[in-house]
């Protein structure tokens, strides 16, 4: 008698303790009956490649890439999707049965499920500030694009990396770059902090005329109940402010979606996830 081996998958990242990958998934494995194992690995930058070659020689079935290595996980695999081309990151990696590695990112579809599933946002004819330049900036600009908003307005303390952003994806909708001292007093319908601010207990230095009564705050950081930045978004009298729980609760269905062609549902695991992470 052969024993079937259990499928494996990690999540790989540097630090890595933190990570709630592994109770979401082992959730969704649950509702959807699937018999699977969820790890997680602390692998530095030096040592990526070599990971991900001995992880699918033995037999590993998927791994998700969490920062810093979501760039260079793009440049390690063979193949990318157009989303993953498109965000220049890699979240999720497959091997396919011809031996090709895929990548893929699911970072855009998690937001954008959370916005207008979870949270009942209608993004057409919308005008969004999205807030930072870096990865994880980029990883979300085509798909709120695709949801034709009025305008996508681009804001990085780094003005530069704003207009390489822009001119990225100016092909895809009404997308511009402007200074954080060049908003002025102009409110949005929805403000997106996709910088890493938060990390270092920062705002970014937005001016609070970009928040109106009529505003909703979505920082796609998230951490115990609010984070400065929702914070700053509170005080300044936005409508509703939102952690990036919901995305990052999505972003993981649609990689086990990928991965195993089963769609968890959500609801429960993000309600569980948002109570063990109220402030206390
Ligand atoms: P990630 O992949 O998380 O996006 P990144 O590529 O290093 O990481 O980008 C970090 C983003 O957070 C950048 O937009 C950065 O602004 P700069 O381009 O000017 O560096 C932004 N950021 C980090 N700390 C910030 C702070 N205290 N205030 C404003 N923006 C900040």
Redesign the pocket.
């Known amino acids: 008698m052969t024993t079937q081996a259990t499928d494996r998958y990690a999540v790989v990242g540097h630090p890595i303790s933190h990570s709630r990958s592994p109770w979401i998934h082992q959730e969704f494995a649950k509702a959807t009956h699937q018999l699977l194992e969820y790890d997680r690995y602390d692998v530095s930058a030096a040592d990526l490649t070599s990971f991900l070659d001995s992880f699918f020689a033995s037999g590993g079935k998927g791994l998700n890439i969490t ?2 290595h ?2 260079s996980a793009a440049a390690a695999v063979q193949q990318l999707t157009p989303r993953a081309t498109l965000a220049g ?1 890699v979240n999720t990696i497959w091997m396919q049965a011809t031996g090709v590695l895929v990548g893929d990112n699911t970072d855009g579809v998690g937001l954008l499920s959370d916005l207008t599933h979870n949270l009942g946002m209608t993004l057409k004819g919308r005008r969004i500030l999205l ?9 979300v600009v085509a798909p709120l694009l695709e949801q034709a908003p009025a305008s996508l307005v681009i804001s ?4 530069s ?2 207009q390489s952003l822009v001119a990225l994806f100016e092909h895809l909708g009404p997308v511009s770059a402007r200074s ?1 001292s060049a908003l002025g007093d102009t409110a949005f319908d929805l403000v997106i902090n ?4 938060s ?2 207990d ?4 937005i001016p609070r005329q970009a928040i109106s009564p009529a505003t909703v705050c979505y920082d796609m950081a998230y951490g115990k109940g609010d984070t400065p930045f929702t914070l700053f978004c509170k005080v300044h009298g936005a409508r509703a402010t939102h952690t990036g729980l919901g995305m990052l609760v999505e972003q993981a269905a649609e990689s086990f979606f990928l991965w195993r062609g089963i769609k968890p549902k959500t609801a429960t695991v993000l309600r569980e996830l948002q109570s063990l992470t109220r402030a206390s």
């Open positions: 920062l810093p979501k760039g990151a807030v930072g330049a870096g990865g994880a900036a980029r990883g990085n303390r780094t003005a990396r704003a954080f996709a910088t890493a601010a990390l270092t920062e705002v970014p230095a």
